[in-house]
């Protein structure tokens, strides 16, 4: 069985337990094995089934209730399992998801570092800079790129710690394990959501 996460610019495949990433631009091959999809991307989900007809989404298999109003698809399956967690998806943006009891608190959305990074040079071509993973946050900036990137983490880091508190975290996302450095009681599961896939999977024997 092949999973497929489909976001906004990425086909992401986990095959025989290997990685395969396509951009939503590019063709998408059809697949000998079952495929079962999940997508925030309705245009490129019917580029999947347009190869891969019997390709099935989760959606329907997925049972999470929130009161939160237009919780994404990728966002519930991220925290179905959770019991009393904080799940961040650091990815093009990064979401913040609070389960207390395992139910749903609500959360909230921030620009991701790619989306920062590109919002300064628009301020002034001066302010264009090279991100760096190891920044200190416990010192004051004497120069610019270090005050750009030290103002960006900090923005990112702050309201994840005050809603956190002495919750537990999981961090999933391109950026998930960057962010996770910054947290004590932090985990970082790459592969989250296609666990959690795997999960709805052995609890309904119908998807395959």
Request: hydrophobic share 40%; aromatic share 10%; glycine share 6%.
């Amino acid at each position: 069985m092949i999973l497929c996460d489909i976001g906004n610019t990425t086909f992401h495949f986990l095959i025989n337990g290997k990685h395969k990433k396509y951009f939503t631009n590019e063709e998408i091959p059809s697949f000998k094995e079952q495929i079962v999809f999940v997508s925030v991307n309705s245009k490129a989900s019917k580029k999947l089934l347009k190869t891969n007809p019997n390709a099935i989404d989760i959606k329907k298999y997925l049972k999470f209730k929130t009161k939160y109003i237009g919780h994404g698809i990728d966002r519930a399956l991220a925290c179905v399992f959770q019991e009393n967690t904080v799940v961040v998806d650091a990815g093009s943006a990064i979401t913040v998801d609070i389960m207390k009891n395992s139910k749903h608190k609500g959360g909230f959305i921030l620009p991701g570092f790619r989306a920062f990074c590109k919002t300064y040079p628009k301020i002034s071509k001066k302010l264009k800079f090279d991100f760096e993973k190891n920044i200190n946050l416990d010192k004051i900036p004497l120069q610019t790129k270090d005050a750009i990137q030290y103002a960006m983490l900090k923005s990112i880091i702050l309201p994840i710690k005050e809603v956190s508190k002495d919750m537990n975290i999981i961090f999933t996302g391109g950026d998930g394990k960057l962010l996770s450095k910054y947290f004590k009681n932090s985990t970082y599961k790459k592969d989250l959501i296609f666990e959690n896939m795997k999960r709805i999977i052995d609890a309904n024997n119908c998807i395959a």
